[in-house]
């Protein structure tokens, strides 16, 4: 029963605005990942899209995360909040995440100690995803969640549909930043323009927070550069390169549509972005940690 409830907060918290947490059977289809992405996008033709009147491309809108995102990595069917998925990984080939030997151990002990039912789990308890915690982070508010993007001259603003995390970023050609001591769950940002994509280059992140559900991790000394592209009028080409050389034996990308998201022609709040306020009234960690998990860290050498 304890190990049902963790499922449970798992399913319940990892739920967001932009899509709705679906629960599945066995023989529930395989959810796309970048290899059903890297189809898709190369029978896309040309586009150009509208511009603001400062002449960057117009990304503003509504955006709907990704179905899954359970374990970057592809894997089979574990419980019913998560089903078979494709990898999330376009490099390298293979879509495996690029550990170090040590760090393919911290993140097995991590995933053997979820108690949820994933392969190869002890039965012990180590740590719960922070996400149940209501913690955020870059890259993962981005492919994980719905957003909406407002933009004006030298500056684009993600607003999450996720308690109340937001971005601003620069674009106005800025590069002071926070000191190497100073850290942030979203971290530091500072956009560019290169032709129809929006750059963007992530410094001072503390590391905290994982990849996915399943313990996949990057440490305090990541560089994350995410590529926001539009390649047809209602999906952004989103690449995430990250480069941890403490971590992963080299760099790796993400790569994964955003899609519009649906708003009905009849919905009279289709302007707004209504409140999720994780944490009020919000017992999950404490019942998380009465069940036993601790408090995510990130591991060293």
């Known amino acids: ?32 990942g970048a290899p059903s992405w890297a189809i898709e996008r190369a029978k896309l033709p040309m586009f150009s899209p509208s511009r603001m009147p400062d002449g960057a491309p117009d990304v503003r809108g509504r955006w709907a995360g990704t179905p899954g995102g359970d374990d970057v990595e592809e894997h089979g069917y574990v419980d019913v909040s998560s089903p078979p998925e494709e990898t999330f990984i376009d490099d390298p080939p293979g879509g495996r995440l690029p550990y170090q030997a040590w760090a393919v151990a911290a993140r097995n002990a991590h995933r053997a100690g979820l108690a949820r039912g994933w392969p190869g789990e002890t039965g012990a308890r180590l ?9 955020y982070s870059v890259p993962r508010a981005t492919y994980r969640g719905g957003f909406d993007i407002q933009q004006g001259p030298g500056y684009v ?11 601003y970023i620069p674009t106005d050609g800025r590069s002071g930043r926070p000191g190497t001591s100073a850290r942030f769950w979203m971290g530091s940002s500072r956009g560019s323009w290169d032709g129809n994509t929006l750059v963007v280059d ?21 560089h ?41 022609a009849n919905d009279r709040y289709a302007s707004e972005m209504w409140e999720h306020a994780c944490h009020e009234g919000n017992k999950s960690g404490e019942e998380m940690r009465a069940l036993g998990f601790g408090w995510f860290r990130p591991p060293s050498p």
Request: charged fraction near 15%.
């Open 157 to 167: 603003l993600i607003l999450y549909n996720f308690s109340h995390y937001y971005r």
């Open 202 to 222: 992530v410094t001072n992140l503390n590391g905290k927070n994982w990849l996915d559900q399943v313990g996949n991790f990057f440490g305090a000394g990541a």
């Open 127 to 135: 740590y719960a995803d922070p996400q149940t915690y209501c913690l």
């Open 224 to 264: 994350v550069v995410e590529r926001f592209t539009l390649a047809a009028p209602g999906i952004i080409d989103y690449q995430v390169t990250i480069d941890d050389r403490q971590v992963f034996t080299r760099p790796w990308t993400i790569r994964l549509p955003i899609r519009r998201a649906a708003v009905p």
């Open 1 to 32: 029963m304890p190990a049902l409830v963790a499922v449970l907060l798992f399913t319940v918290l990892t739920a967001s605005s932009g899509h709705a947490q679906t629960l599945y059977s066995r023989d529930a289809a395989k959810e796309p």
